[in-house]
């Protein structure tokens, strides 16, 4: 296989084309490969030691203000990160939801839901991290989440 790259400024957003032959049997592999890497997003976070880590948006189950920190939460443990969570929002892939004006979670972390009475619903996380949303966001929680 041979590749050839392209570089023009003029472009507002990359464009890739791939040029195969109908047989190929590897191309979707590629294309699933190609739209994984440019998806992910990688974070400079610093941990409770004050190391600096590098976090993958897709292992990240949680944006957490708490102290007036955002505080960043995935299997692996808790950081810090210095940016503003309504600014991180737009850079963030569809698995993520707003749940209230301090928390923005990924959804495909979520173990189960309870509803309570108040309609306020508790999410518990595959780590046994529990967190709630605000009845603010109820209906776009609801419309995202199917129920």
Same mark, same amino acid.
């Given at each position: 296989?041979?590749?050839?790259?392209?570089?023009?400024?003029?472009?507002?957003?990359?464009?890739?084309?791939?040029?195969?032959?109908?047989?190929?049997?590897?191309?979707?592999?590629?294309?699933?490969?190609?739209?994984?890497?440019?998806?992910?997003?990688?974070?400079?976070?610093?941990?409770?030691?004050?190391? +600096?880590? =590098?976090?993958?948006?897709?292992?990240?189950? %949680?944006?957490? $203000? @708490?102290? &007036?920190?955002?505080?960043?939460? !995935?299997?692996?443990?808790?950081?810090?990160?210095?940016?503003?969570?309504?600014?991180?929002?737009?850079?963030?892939?569809?698995?993520?939801?707003?749940?209230?004006?301090?928390?923005?979670?990924?959804? +495909?972390? =979520?173990?189960?839901?309870?509803?309570?009475? %108040?309609?306020? $619903? @508790?999410? &518990?996380?595959?780590?046994?991290? !529990?967190?709630?949303?605000?009845?603010?966001?109820?209906?776009?929680?609801?419309?995202?989440?199917?129920?």
């Amino acid at each position: 296989m041979k590749y050839k790259v392209n570089y023009d400024a003029s472009l507002e957003q990359d464009d890739l084309i791939i040029n195969c032959h109908p047989d190929n049997q590897n191309i979707e592999e590629m294309i699933q490969l190609i739209q994984t890497h440019a998806d992910q997003t990688f974070y400079p976070v610093k941990n409770r030691r004050d190391e +600096t880590h =590098i976090v993958k948006q897709n292992d990240i189950y %949680s944006f957490r $203000i @708490e102290n &007036k920190l955002l505080n960043i939460y !995935t299997l692996n443990g808790q950081y810090i990160y210095n940016e503003r969570l309504y600014k991180l929002k737009k850079h963030l892939s569809d698995n993520f939801l707003q749940i209230s004006k301090s928390e923005i979670i990924n959804v +495909t972390f =979520i173990d189960h839901l309870v509803l309570n009475k %108040s309609g306020i $619903i @508790e999410i &518990k996380f595959i780590k046994n991290d !529990t967190t709630f949303s605000s009845r603010r966001y109820l209906k776009e929680i609801k419309e995202v989440l199917g129920i």
